[in-house]
């Protein structure tokens, strides 16, 4: 019973921004020790997603992260429904979370969640991004595909910290 409820606080939690950290199936949230913020900003395409509602039937989706001061920085999350053919787009803010590689990020509101950067390439130009559940993952890069050998080391690294990478969607781009 208590972990039903436990399950309810984090999803509670997590819908107010507070977040919450388990370790269903020994996941590790840990995020990269040192970020360069200002090389992270930019165009970055999704490769790979786990499905969730608010990117549902979504593809060729990017999001771009731009400065809008020392602490905060702007959000535009697109893509277009495979289905409708629409396209959608929303707009967030961002700012620093407590660890070095985490951002904690508002699409709404006053309600933020965690965008952990799990890995990143030394040249920025591929991240792998979880947040504080085990729920979402995505693989980025700064390009509209990535290499298959370079996929498959990201796909490891997924994996090594728990993730089912079966569960990915690949994005069409």
Request: hydrophobic share 35%; glycine share 6%.
């Amino acid at each position: 019973m208590k972990k039903s409820y436990f399950g309810l606080l984090c999803a509670a939690l997590l819908a107010t921004g507070v977040g919450c950290t388990t370790q269903k199936g020994n996941i590790d949230y840990s995020t990269i020790s040192n970020l360069d913020i200002d090389r992270y900003m930019g165009r970055w395409y999704e490769i790979a997603r786990f499905d969730h509602r608010f990117e549902h039937n979504l593809e060729k989706c990017k999001a771009i992260y731009k400065p809008i001061s020392k602490d905060k920085i702007s959000v535009e999350n697109s893509g277009i429904n495979r289905i409708t053919g629409k396209h959608k787009t929303s707009y967030g803010k961002a700012h620093s979370g407590k660890a070095p590689g985490q951002l904690r990020v508002s699409f709404f509101l006053f309600f933020y969640s965690d965008y952990n950067i799990l890995a990143l390439d030394e040249n920025y130009q591929w991240s792998l991004v979880g947040s504080s559940t085990p729920d979402y993952l995505w693989i980025l890069s700064r390009t509209p595909q990535l290499p298959q050998q370079t996929l498959d080391h990201i796909l490891d690294i997924a994996r090594k910290r728990g993730y089912d990478t079966s569960k990915l969607i690949y994005v069409k781009q």
